[in-house]
T-cell receptor
Framework: DTGVSQDPRHKITKRGQNVTFRCDPI?????LYWYRQTLGQGPEFLTY????????KSRLLSDRFSAERPKGSFSTLEIQRTEQGDSAMYLC??????????????FGPGTRLTVL | GESVGLHLPTLSVQEGDNSIINCAYS??????FIWYKQESGKGPQFIID?????DKRQGQRVTVLLNKTVKHLSLQIAATQPGDSAVYFC??????????FGTGTKLQVIP
């Protein structure tokens, strides 16, 4: 499978614990995105990387959230001191492009987080 | 700022009939729209897009119509099949490649 992959697919944690999700983009895709999707809603943008540089962060990304893409390939999203409101599907997407023009984003299957 | 929203949260259609999913947007400067399909347990999948210099664009069994006067777009699916059952989002790319999604319409195909 050469699509975007995410791990784990499901995560159940207790409030206050830290969690980390991983995203592997499509090979050669230089752009990587994280979105959050709550039940019945559309995905909401969290952050965007071009290669290893994090170029944009939504105000939804509080201080408890941190995302990295150290080598410009895979990315991790960490949530510290999880809260019940963090329960959501966390989606990763990737695309290829060099200009400011939009390039089609390919989404992974998501990681569903449940905070008890 | 830009925003997209849908008129109906759920649409039930008989298999073989045509489906029409509607979407309204608020920013008259919006110039590019995308329709996504999201099946249960999967991420959104690109279906078709349209730029503001077009009124209509056709794909395989899908057609998107854009009415800039009333800031409305629609997705038409011809001969709806069970595999079309999913949630459909209209969306708009913005700065820094950020895509803003609407709430979504759930399409249920009745066999």
């Amino acid at each position: 499978d050469t699509g975007v992959s995410q791990d784990p697919r499901h995560k159940i944690t207790k409030r206050g614990q830290n969690v980390t999700f991983r995203c592997d983009p499509i090979s050669e895709h230089n752009r990587l995105y994280w979105y959050r999707q709550t039940l019945g809603q559309g995905p909401e943008f969290l952050t965007y990387f071009q290669n290893e540089a994090q170029l944009e962060k939504s105000r939804l990304l509080s201080d408890r959230f941190s995302a990295e893409r150290p080598k410009g390939s895979f990315s991790t999203l960490e949530i510290q001191r999880t809260e019940q409101g963090d329960s959501a599907m966390y989606l990763c997407a990737s695309s290829v492009g060099q200009t400011s023009s939009y390039n089609e984003q390919f989404f992974g299957p998501g990681t569903r987080l449940t905070v008890l | 700022g830009e925003s997209v929203g849908l008129h109906l949260p759920t649409l039930s259609v008989q298999e073989g009939d045509n489906s029409i999913i509607n979407c309204a947007y608020s920013n008259s400067a919006s110039d590019y729209f995308i329709w996504y399909k999201q099946e249960s347990g999967k991420g959104p999948q690109f279906i078709i897009d349209i730029r503001s210099n077009m009124d209509k664009r056709q794909g395989q069994r899908v057609t998107v119509l854009l009415n800039k006067t009333v800031k409305h777009l629609s997705l038409q699916i011809a001969a709806t099949q069970p595999g079309d059952s999913a949630v459909y989002f209209c969306a708009e790319p913005g700065g820094y490649q950020k895509v803003t999604f609407g709430t979504g319409t759930k399409l249920q195909v009745i066999p």
